[in-house]
Each structure stands twice: as C-alpha cells, then as structure tokens.
C-alpha cells in the first residue's frame, strides 16, 4: 500500500468509528494536513447524517466548505463529541507531536473541547521516543530571539520557520534535536516561555485512540 493509501484507510476507518454515534445536532472537530484532508473527503460523504464542523485552520475550513459541510466558530460550540486529526509523532502512550503545518495552537485547542481526541496516521508516525521530528513552537513575532535562546537553553536548536505566518499572525520556530522522554514536563516548560503561545507536544491531553495505517491494516491503540 502506498502512504496515500494508509491514510484514506486511517481516515476511513475514523469515519466509520464516530459515525454510528453522530446525530443531527453533532460538532465534528477536524484537524489539519494531508491525512485530515482524507478524514475531510471521507467525512463529506455522510455529511447529512451530522450537524457541523468546527475547523482547526483556515485550509480545513475551506476544503469542508467546498464539500458543503457547514462550519462554526469554535465560540458558539458548548460542546463537542469528537476532534480528528493528523500527527508529525505519536509515542505508544498516544502522546504527540504536531504542528508540521503550523496549525497547533488551533488543533490544540479544538482538541482540549472534544470529548474523544481521535488521531489518524499512517505506520510512519509511530516512533519509540518523540522528537526526530523537529517539535514546533508559536510564538509572538516580538519574542522570537528571546524564545530561541531560551530554548536553546533547554538543549535544542530552534529553527526559524522562514516565510511561514501562522493562521494567529504569529511565528514557528521548530525545534531540532530534542529526545523528549518526558513529553509532559517539556510540553510545560516550552509553554511558560513568555512569548510561547504554545508548542507541538499534546501530552498533556494526548490523543484518546490511534487509528495507525499498516502494511497489515488498520491498527487501533488506545491511550
Ligand atoms: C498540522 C498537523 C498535522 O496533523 C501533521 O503535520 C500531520 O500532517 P500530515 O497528515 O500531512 O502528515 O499537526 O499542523
């Protein structure tokens, strides 16, 4: 199977996860990236079955308008049942890190309202301690020196994210040659930067269940 193929099936197998639980009235968060577009085109075809979406990014947000799904504000939401996304990393524990597309501070807090964090990846994803990949940080553009140093303090190498805007205006430093073996402690540390709007790492609420595309199938972790 190829990496397209993985995540059409991760996506699908989501899709067919929440979708005996949607009813007229149901919110759907949905993530951003190239595995959360499949979600998307997956989602699209059950579009009557449910209420609305509420987009992590202005992309997620065009492209489930494109479908004719209806989209809110994250604001008029009391509640939501189920956020599907993406991720850069998941740890067995179902600890991440995303934000490859610059859209953590959003995915973060769609996340922190969805009752059930359902992340879809392919085999790739899945790493024994997080941090190969380059753990993103937004931050105010005034603080962006400030922010380097400091993270430079706790032992990586931040890279500034050139010709990248966030959605909120702001930068990405991604941050290179971290072994995150305390995912939680780090995630809180980067986050008390002053400056920091927030970081890559969902440890603290990590995803609920892992729908991880393998050569054998779909396999599904719980956290
Ligand atoms: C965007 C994200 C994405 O979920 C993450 O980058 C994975 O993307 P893809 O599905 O394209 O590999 O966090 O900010």
């Not at 501070?105 to 769609?110: A, D, F, L, N, P």
Request: glycine fraction near 10%; proline fraction near 4%.
């Amino acid at each position: 199977m190829t990496q397209d193929q993985l995540k059409q099936a991760v996506a699908q197998a989501a899709v067919d996860y929440i979708a005996p639980h949607l009813t007229w009235e149901s919110i759907i968060g949905v993530g951003t990236g190239s595995t959360a577009n499949c979600f998307i085109d997956a989602l699209a075809k059950i579009k009557h079955t449910f209420g609305a979406a509420v987009a992590s990014s202005e992309a997620t947000a065009t492209r489930l308008k494109s479908h004719g799904i209806n989209v809110l504000e994250l604001n008029a939401v009391p509640h939501m049942s189920f956020y599907v996304d993406g991720a850069d990393e998941s740890d067995i524990h179902l600890n991440l890190i995303k934000g490859g597309g610059g859209a953590l501070t959003r995915e973060k807090i769609v996340a922190a309202v969805a009752e059930t964090f359902v992340c879809i990846a392919d085999e790739s994803k899945l790493v024994g301690v997080l941090g190969a990949f380059p753990l993103p940080v937004e931050v105010i553009p005034m603080a962006r020196s400030y922010v380097a140093r400091k993270l430079v303090g706790l032992g990586g190498e931040p890279v500034w994210r050139q010709g990248f805007v966030t959605d909120n205006g702001n930068l990405i430093l991604d941050l290179y040659g971290m072994d995150i073996v305390d995912p939680k402690d780090l995630e809180q540390q980067i986050n008390q930067l002053t400056g920091v709007v927030t970081n890559g790492l969902f440890a603290h609420r990590p995803a609920d269940i892992l729908f991880l595309g393998t050569g054998d199938g779909v396999k599904t972790l719980t956290s």
